[in-house]
């Protein structure tokens, strides 16, 4: 329960606040009197700071930072600045009951009396331990690749769809006797002289069109004289399969040509860039998820409280009842429908069934979102994988899926979707095949006179999780995907 020690510094008659509070458990929630010692604990702060309400309630909360905190008279710090400006923010390592430490979002709110001087302090404590932790991995592996990038032999480069450049290596700074702050965000033109430049842009304007790498040879005038180069040009997708930006290796071969397994690895090597960058969209995206739900959900979960104690403290009729009752019944409904909005918003994001009930449940459930946006009849066998995949992998599956499905419902004139989902054990099969007008499989990079790059896509991705895709199709006689890899890895 919600425990106060004396003096109280709300109103000990506000219950919907005290019962609101308690029933936080993914934030410490708690008051501070003037000085800033402990006046009511929460769940969520016997959670987090392992302190339990007959530990915590008197004790200053300075024993909550760390000990090189205090001696920087951090705690101070924070009450007078809270004092001074109305609130305090601040993210930094805090200290648990045992000693350990976690990475804590903070907000310290001043509490004002009615003649204006501070009577307490709401503190609200979020454990952001996992998304601090996630943020060092990304920079570490964001560190690693600019390393990759700056000890390769081959000019690299990342350009953002208005060919502005977004990340060049070393070897490109050399080669045409640039500094950084030269080259990004500045496009081709800006750089080159005209006829190179146009050279640069057509071709990029090619991977775009495509929506697939393209390789091939030019003359480029260095700093050092007009030399040969291979040249490997490749789309970055977000998760969506949108092209987002395009990348590029470039080897001399001028004196000796490079060997075609030599720029096969290297253009794997950058073909994992791209899939990085897609892990960093799903990560962004799971973010935002949470953000919506932890924030935002929460926050109309309270409205919608507050709103309906209102609702039962209004007298039966007359004095005006009837209208505010109208205007917080039309307000409770608009609350209703935004927290759907969210919900659907939050489904394209990170699909919470896909979350908490996995892979087959998910598939299932957006197999009943299509057919409502479509008029293709979707029918999901199979079963759910025991024990689940790993997360990466199940986001992947999830995804390729998705893309098939559009892929149906733009290319395929198809009438019904069959998927089929299943795992013996060791390995899992998942099949989308449609009734719909088919295409030349053997045909390479075209189907229907457009670029075949969502298959691409898909093989792609499937083989970022260590699977194998094949596609059967023929004109006249529908396609048939099928995604099969292990289990469990090894």
Same mark, same amino acid.
């Given at each position: 329960?919600?425990?106060?020690? +004396?003096?109280?510094?709300? /109103?000990?008659?506000?219950?919907?606040?005290?019962?609101?509070?308690? /029933?936080?458990?993914?934030?410490?929630?708690? #008051?501070?009197?003037?000085?800033?010692?402990?006046?009511?604990?929460?769940?969520?702060?016997?959670?987090? +700071?392992?302190?339990?309400?007959?530990?915590?309630?008197? =004790?200053?909360?300075?024993?909550?930072?760390?000990?090189?905190?205090?001696?920087?008279?951090?705690?101070?710090?924070?009450?007078?600045?809270?004092?001074?400006?109305? &609130?305090?923010?601040?993210?930094?390592? &805090?200290?648990?009951?045992?000693?350990? @430490?976690?990475?804590?979002?903070?907000? #310290?709110?001043?509490?004002?009396?009615?003649?204006?001087?501070?009577?307490?302090?709401?503190?609200?404590?979020?454990?952001? /331990?996992?998304? @601090?932790?996630?943020?060092?991995?990304?920079?570490?592996?964001?560190?690693?690749?600019?390393?990759?990038?700056?000890?390769?032999?081959?000019?690299?480069?990342?350009?953002? !769809?208005?060919?502005?450049?977004?990340?060049?290596?070393?070897?490109?700074?050399?080669?045409?006797?640039? !500094?950084?702050?030269?080259?990004?965000?500045?496009?081709?033109?800006?750089?080159?002289?005209?006829?190179?430049?146009?050279?640069?842009?057509?071709?990029?304007?090619?991977?775009?069109?495509?929506?697939?790498?393209?390789?091939?040879?030019?003359?480029?005038?260095?700093?050092?004289?007009?030399?040969?180069?291979?040249?490997?040009?490749?789309?970055?997708?977000?998760?969506?399969?949108?092209?987002?930006?395009?990348?590029?290796?470039?080897?001399?071969?001028?004196?000796?040509? !490079?060997?075609?397994?030599?720029?096969?690895?290297?253009?794997?090597?950058?073909?994992?860039?791209?899939?990085?960058?897609?892990?960093?969209?799903?990560?962004?995206? !799971?973010?935002?998820?949470?953000?919506?739900?932890?924030?935002?959900?929460?926050? =109309?979960?309270?409205?919608?409280?507050? =709103?309906?104690?209102?609702?039962?403290?209004?007298?039966?009729?007359?004095?005006?009842?009837?209208?505010?009752?109208?205007?917080?019944?039309?307000?409770?409904?608009?609350?209703?429908?935004?927290? #759907?909005?969210?919900?659907?918003?939050?489904?394209?994001?990170?699909?919470?069934?896909?979350?908490?009930?996995?892979?087959?449940?998910?598939?299932?459930?957006?197999?009943?979102?299509?057919?409502?946006?479509?008029?293709?009849?979707?029918?999901?066998?199979?079963?759910?994988?025991?024990?689940?995949?790993?997360?990466?992998?199940?986001?992947?599956?999830?995804?390729?899926?998705?893309?098939?499905?559009?892929?149906?419902? +733009? @290319?395929?004139?198809?009438?019904?979707?069959?998927?089929?989902?299943?795992?013996?054990?060791?390995?899992?099969?998942?099949?989308?095949?449609?009734?719909?007008?088919?295409?030349?499989?053997?045909?390479?990079?075209?189907?229907?006179?457009?670029?075949?790059?969502?298959?691409?896509?898909?093989?792609?991705?499937?083989?970022?999780?260590?699977?194998?895709?094949?596609?059967?199709?023929?004109?006249?006689?529908?396609? +048939?995907?099928?995604?099969?890899?292990?289990?469990?890895?090894?």
């Amino acid at each position: 329960m919600l425990m106060k020690a +004396k003096p109280a510094l709300i /109103s000990p008659s506000d219950e919907s606040f005290a019962a609101l509070v308690e /029933s936080v458990t993914d934030y410490a929630i708690f #008051l501070l009197d003037d000085v800033g010692r402990v006046a009511s604990w929460n769940a969520g702060a016997e959670r987090i +700071k392992g302190y339990s309400a007959q530990e915590a309630l008197g =004790l200053s909360y300075e024993l909550f930072f760390t000990s090189e905190d205090r001696a920087a008279g951090l705690p101070a710090a924070a009450l007078r600045t809270a004092q001074e400006e109305g &609130r305090y923010r601040n993210e930094g390592w &805090r200290r648990r009951r045992d000693g350990s @430490h976690y990475w804590a979002g903070v907000v #310290l709110t001043a509490l004002k009396s009615a003649e204006g001087g501070v009577r307490g302090y709401l503190k609200v404590t979020r454990d952001l /331990s996992e998304r @601090h932790d996630a943020a060092e991995r990304l920079r570490e592996s964001e560190e690693r690749f600019r390393a990759f990038m700056s000890a390769s032999p081959s000019l690299m480069f990342i350009k953002d !769809r208005a060919g502005r450049y977004l990340l060049v290596n070393d070897r490109f700074l050399a080669r045409f006797g640039l !500094r950084l702050d030269q080259v990004l965000g500045r496009e081709d033109v800006e750089l080159f002289a005209p006829d190179q430049a146009g050279r640069f842009v057509e071709n990029d304007t090619r991977v775009f069109a495509l929506g697939a790498p393209v390789e091939f040879e030019e003359v480029a005038r260095y700093a050092d004289g007009e030399r040969v180069n291979a040249v490997s040009k490749f789309p970055i997708r977000d998760a969506g399969g949108n092209i987002v930006a395009i990348g590029g290796i470039a080897n001399d071969i001028s004196e000796s040509r !490079r060997t075609a397994r030599e720029l096969a690895e290297t253009a794997e090597q950058l073909r994992e860039v791209s899939n990085r960058l897609v892990e960093i969209q799903e990560s962004e995206r !799971r973010e935002l998820a949470y953000e919506l739900h932890d924030r935002v959900g929460q926050n =109309l979960t309270a409205l919608n409280i507050s =709103l309906n104690i209102l609702m039962r403290q209004l007298p039966a009729a007359g004095g005006g009842a009837d209208d505010l009752r109208v205007r917080l019944v039309d307000a409770l409904r608009l609350i209703e429908d935004t927290a #759907l909005c969210i919900e659907d918003v939050m489904g394209g994001l990170r699909p919470p069934v896909l979350v908490n009930f996995g892979l087959f449940a998910a598939l299932r459930w957006y197999a009943q979102q299509f057919e409502k946006r479509s008029t293709i009849a979707v029918a999901v066998g199979g079963a759910e994988t025991e024990p689940r995949l790993s997360a990466e992998r199940e986001t992947a599956i999830y995804r390729i899926a998705q893309e098939a499905m559009t892929n149906v419902a +733009k @290319h395929a004139r198809a009438t019904r979707i069959d998927i089929d989902f299943r795992c013996d054990g060791a390995t899992l099969v998942m099949s989308i095949a449609d009734d719909g007008v088919g295409f030349d499989a053997a045909a390479p990079g075209r189907r229907s006179g457009q670029p075949r790059w969502g298959m691409i896509n898909l093989r792609e991705r499937a083989r970022a999780i260590g699977g194998r895709l094949d596609i059967d199709s023929a004109p006249g006689r529908g396609t +048939k995907i099928t995604i099969e890899l292990r289990c469990r890895p090894g």
